[in-house]
Each structure stands twice: as structure tokens, then as C-alpha cells.
């Protein structure tokens, strides 16, 4: 999955896979994350929130289920 940089000291990148519905998130620390059944407006709205540490604790660490890739 392709990923794009994100500005944030605690995520370095974040892709989205639309046909699996998979939102993957790589870790500053290099640690790789995939968050199943995100929909498409949440997975753009993380990669464009000028806060995504704020967005993911909101909208993303407590509605899906994260299992670490890397």
C-alpha cells in the first residue's frame, strides 16, 4: 500500500487501501498499524487533519480494531 507523508511528530505516513477498506499508519517510531473497516471520508479526513494526533484519538483509536503489521 502506498503511503504519504503526514506532518505530525507521532506519524510519519498514512495510505488507504479502498477495496479492503484499510487504513494503514506508519508509527514515527517505524511501527506499522492497519485499522480495518475505515470508510474513505474518514481515512482522507485523518491525512488531511492539520491535528492528526487529535483526529486519530477522536475518530479512529476507539472505533476501529488496529493490528500492528511492523
Same mark, same amino acid.
Given at each position: 500500500m502506498e503511503?504519504?507523508?503526514?506532518?505530525s511528530s507521532q506519524f510519519k505516513s498514512a495510505g488507504y487501501d479502498a477495496a479492503t477498506?484499510?487504513?494503514e499508519i506508519e508509527l514515527s517510531t517505524g511501527t506499522i498499524m492497519?485499522?480495518?473497516?475505515v470508510t474513505r471520508q474518514v481515512a482522507d479526513d %485523518?491525512? +488531511?487533519a492539520?491535528?492528526?494526533?487529535? %483526529?486519530? +484519538?477522536?475518530?479512529?483509536?476507539e472505533e476501529y480494531l488496529?493490528?500492528?503489521v511492523r
Open positions: 503511503r504519504k507523508p503526514l506532518r477498506r484499510t487504513l492497519q485499522y480495518s473497516g %485523518f491525512m +488531511r492539520s491535528s492528526p494526533q487529535s %483526529f486519530f +484519538r477522536d475518530r479512529i483509536e488496529g493490528k500492528k
